[in-house]
T-cell receptor, first 112, second 111 residues
Framework: SQTIHQWPATLVQPVGSPLSLECTVE??????LYWYRQAAGRGLQLLFY??????ISSEVPQNLSASRPQDRQFILSSKKLLLSDSGFYLC???????????FGNGTRLTVT | SQQGEEDPQALSIQEGENATMNCSYK?????LQWYRQNSGRGLVHLIL?????REKHSGRLRVTLDTSKKSSSLLITASRAADTASYFC???????????FGPGTRLSVLP
């Protein structure tokens, strides 16, 4: 079965520091991968999605970036965090066709 | 713009009662999906209903879809305390890559 690993589970970072969140998947090949952000008590905002290695689409202009160096690895980065980057970051995948999203357990980021 | 909007924002019921949550959306869709999120965790897919379907069942879940009204409802029958969670609808416009989520309904089932 498909498994998504996200780490760390929680992270506290100062404003202006860099960020790297990693997501790796198991049990599937050539998935579509997604990064979502969820503000407290809110819905999910799509940040990036990737249909293959090196292929990244950005949905929201911001100081975040994403990379997909391997088929089953998706990385979310920032060079300098802002207070507004605080939130719950979720990695997700879909298989081929119109399959539903399968989510990891997320990383709660607090920027202080 | 926000595609899915759940209603109500919060719902509190007693164990054993039924819970109904609604979702409205704005543009045509390929399918609509419902997800559940326990506090501090990732979302879990519950059920997917395609645009040519009107009703779907899965255990204690019943989902309806009215494409003419651009709305869907999720019914949880005989609720349990373990059903306490946030529930989200998400629409897929057919591209299979951009699922648009609503803000969710927070369901509390009291024992």
């Amino acid at each position: 079965s498909q498994t998504i690993h996200q780490w760390p589970a929680t992270l506290v970072q100062p404003v202006g520091s860099p960020l790297s969140l990693e997501c790796t998947v198991e049990g599937t090949s050539n998935p579509n991968l997604y990064w979502y952000r969820q503000a407290a008590g809110r819905g999910l905002q799509l940040l990036f999605y990737s249909v293959g290695i090196g292929q990244i689409s950005s949905e929201v202009p911001q100081n975040l970036s994403a990379s997909r160096p391997q088929d089953r690895q998706f990385i979310l980065s920032s060079k300098k965090l802002l207070l507004s980057d605080s939130g719950f970051y979720l990695c997700a995948l879909t298989g081929q066709g119109y399959s539903p999203l399968h989510f990891g357990n997320g990383t709660r980021l607090t920027v202080t | 713009s926000q595609q899915g909007e759940e209603d109500p924002q919060a719902l509190s019921i007693q164990e054993g009662e039924n819970a109904t949550m609604n979702c409205s959306y704005k543009t045509s869709i390929n399918n609509l999906q419902w997800y559940r999120q326990n506090s501090g965790r990732g979302l879990v897919h519950l059920i997917l209903i395609r645009s040519n379907e009107r009703e779907k069942h899965s255990g204690r879940l019943r989902v309806t879809l009215d494409t003419s009204k651009k709305s869907s409802s999720l019914l949880i029958t005989a609720s349990r305390a373990a059903d306490t969670a946030s529930y989200f609808c998400a629409t897929d416009q057919g591209y299979g890559q951009n699922f648009v989520f609503g803000p969710g309904t927070r369901l509390s089932v009291l024992p």
